[in-house]
């Protein structure tokens, strides 16, 4: 009965190789978001959708591409993955009620190590 | 443009002492959220607190308290009689309103308690 479920927790990858993570929520919220935690844990918001539209888009390098099947879910896709794309990467989800906000939940993170 | 800030880096207190961890934001919104999370060492983000700009009261959940002060652009939390499960890193984050759900975080507090 996990609200916003991410796979996988973990994730070890060489350089140049692409890779995808996967969001899940249960909520019913309209919007969903990734956001990157680094190493020193400061937590920056990459991108939103809202109803499977794209509202945010953060200056994220293009090799990062989220895709949103449905209301219920964002991936996020990672070409050609470099060292610096090693972090903590959160997927969140929220709810507006005519621009009041009603929550706003976390996963658990993915932990992404490229080595 | 919106931002918040953490000046407490780390904070080490003996269990059972009150801490205060500071948040002071700047926003040109006059409508606005704002948030506490928790980050404990198990990496997930636990939400504690949501405060709309309209709202100044402050507020007690159990041990943990929050006081806004518009005034001073300030969201203090406070958390009594401290426990060694208190032990996390804290983030303070805003939302403008009207659309825009973008959490703006604060760069976090280390909060250790010793027991």
């Known amino acids: 009965d996990t609200a916003v479920s991410q796979t996988p927790k973990y994730l070890v990858t060489q350089m140049g190789n692409d890779k995808s993570i996967k969001c899940e929520q249960n909520l019913g919220h309209d919007t969903m978001y990734w956001y990157k935690q680094d190493s020193k844990k400061f937590l920056k918001i990459m991108f939103s959708?809202?109803?499977?539209?794209?509202?945010i888009n953060e200056t994220v390098p293009n090799r990062f591409s989220p895709k949103s099947p449905d209301k219920a879910h964002l991936n996020l896709h990672i070409n050609s993955l470099e060292l610096g794309d090693s972090a903590v990467y959160f997927c969140a989800s929220s709810q507006d009620y005519g621009g009041r906000i009603y929550g706003y939940t976390f996963g658990s993170g993915t932990r992404l190590t490229v080595v | 443009a919106q931002k918040v800030t953490q000046a407490q880096t780390e904070i080490s207190v003996v269990e059972k002492e009150d801490v205060t961890l500071d948040c002071v934001y700047e926003t040109r919104d006059t409508t606005y959220y704002l948030f506490w999370y928790k980050q404990p060492p198990s990496g997930e983000l636990v939400f504690l607190i949501r405060r709309n700009s309209f709202d100044e009261q402050n507020e007690i959940s159990g041990r943990y308290s929050w006081n806004f002060q518009k005034s001073t652009s300030s969201f203090n939390f406070t958390i009594t009689a401290s426990q060694v499960v208190d032990s996390a890193v804290y983030f303070c984050?805003?939302?403008?309103?009207?659309?825009?759900?973008?959490?703006?975080f604060g760069t976090g507090t280390r909060l250790t308690i010793i027991p």
């Open positions: 959708y809202n109803n499977k539209e794209l509202i």
């Open positions: 984050a805003l939302s403008e309103n009207f659309g825009n759900e973008k959490l703006t």
